[in-house]
C-alpha cells in the first residue's frame, strides 16, 4: 500500500463547478499537507500550504485536513478552463532536519466551458 | 527573478548511455531535491542536499543513479548505463531549507531511453 492514495482521474467538470480533489495517507506523523497545480509540461506549483488539521482558504481555492482520518482535501469553486490541470498532493513529517515531501499520483483535471 | 533552471529540456538516448541532467536552483537557496515523475504516477524522491551536510541519497534506486552538488549551488544528476525503466521526468527542486519551507520546482528534464 501506498503511504498517500490519489485517485488519478481524469475528473471533467462544466465551467462553473465545485470541483473536490482528495487524498487518503496512512502514516501518522505527517504533519504539513500541501496541493501542487501542475500545467502540462511544467514543474509543479504550489497552491496550498496547511500545517496539521484544519481548514485553509485562498480565494477560490480551500484545502481541508482531517488528521484523524487521515485524509485531505482540495475544494475549487467556480472552476474556470484554466484550472485544467494535474493536481498533486503532497505530505511530509519533519524528521532528519528537512521536509521529505510524499506525493500522491496526482488528479488529471479538465473544466470544459 | 529567475527560477530553477533545468537543461537539457528533452533527452533521448540509447539503452546502456550514461546521461548528465543539470539543475541550476534559485540563488541564495540552500536545500535541493531531485525527484523522478514516471507517466501516471506521483513524484519519486530521489536525493537532498542542504549546504555543506552529508546527501540524503535514500531514494536513489540504483547505484547507476548518482548526483553531485558543486559548491553549494548548481546540481548534476547522472545516470549511468541507462535502462528504458529509466525513461521519466527528472524533476529539481529548491529551497531555503527549514521547517516550514516551501520547494519550488523546475521545468523538468523528460528523458526517453531508447
Known amino acids: 500500500q501506498k503511504e498517500v492514495e490519489q485517485d488519478p482521474g481524469p475528473l471533467s467538470v462544466p465551467e462553473g463547478a465545485i470541483v473536490s480533489l482528495n487524498c487518503t495517507y496512512s502514516?501518522?506523523?505527517?504533519?504539513?499537507f500541501m496541493w501542487y497545480r501542475q500545467y502540462s509540461r511544467k514543474g509543479p506549483e504550489l497552491l496550498m500550504y496547511?500545517?496539521?488539521?484544519g481548514n485553509k482558504e485562498d480565494g477560490r481555492f480551500t484545502a481541508q485536513v482531517d488528521k484523524s482520518s487521515k485524509y485531505i482535501s482540495l475544494f475549487i469553486r467556480d472552476s474556470q478552463p484554466s484550472d485544467s490541470a494535474t493536481y498533486l498532493c503532497?505530505?511530509?513529517?519533519?524528521?532528519?532536519?528537512?521536509?521529505?515531501?510524499?506525493f500522491g499520483a496526482g488528479t488529471r483535471l479538465a473544466v470544459h466551458p | 527573478g529567475a527560477g530553477v533552471s533545468q537543461s537539457p529540456s528533452n533527452k533521448v538516448t540509447e539503452k546502456g548511455k550514461d546521461v548528465e541532467l543539470r539543475c541550476d536552483p534559485i540563488?541564495?537557496?540552500?536545500?535541493l531535491y531531485w525527484y523522478r515523475q514516471s507517466l501516471g504516477q506521483g513524484l519519486e524522491f530521489l536525493i537532498y542536499?542542504?549546504?555543506?551536510?552529508?546527501?540524503?541519497k535514500s531514494g536513489l534506486p540504483s547505484d547507476r543513479f548518482s548526483a553531485e552538488r558543486t559548491g553549494g549551488s548548481v546540481s548534476t544528476l547522472t545516470i549511468q548505463r541507462t535502462q528504458q525503466e529509466d525513461s521519466a521526468v527528472y524533476l529539481c527542486?529548491?529551497?531555503?531549507?527549514?521547517?516550514?519551507?516551501?520547494?519550488?520546482f523546475g521545468p523538468g528534464t523528460r528523458l526517453t531511453v531508447l
Open positions: 503532497a505530505m511530509s513529517a519533519f524528521s532528519g532536519g528537512y521536509n521529505k515531501l510524499i
Open positions: 542536499f542542504q549546504g555543506n551536510s552529508a546527501p540524503d
Open positions: 527542486a529548491s529551497s531555503l531549507g527549514g521547517q516550514t519551507d516551501t520547494q519550488y
Open positions: 502514516n501518522s506523523a505527517f504533519q504539513y
Open positions: 540563488s541564495g537557496h540552500t536545500a
Open positions: 496547511t500545517y496539521s488539521s
